[in-house]
């Protein structure tokens, strides 16, 4: 009887442990983040931009050349993942992003999907870390 507690308290803290790790595989620094966009029957090309990213401020962005009001909601970090939720007003109508990204040390790949004016589009993001930030 005694194993069989020990081994499931034993089991039970180190999936706790697992659980509870929040430490982000990220490298802070400078990162060049390629991204390409795609909805029902259309492929953007992709598109490069870079942007420092650091455990605190992980959630990569485009700089929207447009006046759109947009704010990250809903972030949540479980191990190398980051999700989060995006939120924009652009002339009075809301516009809801959700975005998913893994890392791993110095790159990562994610997506986000964005349902507007009825039509589905995915962002596909691969990012890999080219220096310090400035």
Same mark, same amino acid.
């Given at each position: ?46 598109? +490069?931009? %870079? ?5 605190? *401020?992980?959630?990569? !962005?485009?700089?929207? #050349? ?33 975005? +998913?990204? %893994? ?5 990562? *790949?994610?997506?986000? !999907?964005?349902?507007? #004016? ?17």
């Amino acid at each position: 009887m005694y194993y069989k507690v020990t081994a499931l308290i034993t089991t039970f803290l180190v999936l706790f442990l697992a659980s509870s790790s929040s430490a982000l595989e990220l490298k802070d620094g400078l990162w060049e983040i390629t991204s390409s966009m795609e909805m029902p029957g259309m492929k953007m090309p992709p598109f +490069k931009h %870079t942007q420092c990213l650091t455990s605190k *401020d992980s959630v990569p !962005r485009d700089k929207p #050349e447009d006046t759109r009001d947009c704010k990250i909601i809903n972030t949540s970090t479980k191990g190398n993942t980051v999700t989060w939720e995006i939120k924009c007003t652009t002339d009075g109508e809301t516009v809801k992003s959700i975005g +998913k990204i %893994t890392y791993k040390g110095d790159t990562f *790949d994610g997506e986000t !999907r964005t349902r507007m #004016e009825g039509m589905d589009m995915v962002q596909k993001m691969s990012g890999r870390r080219i220096g310090n930030c400035k």
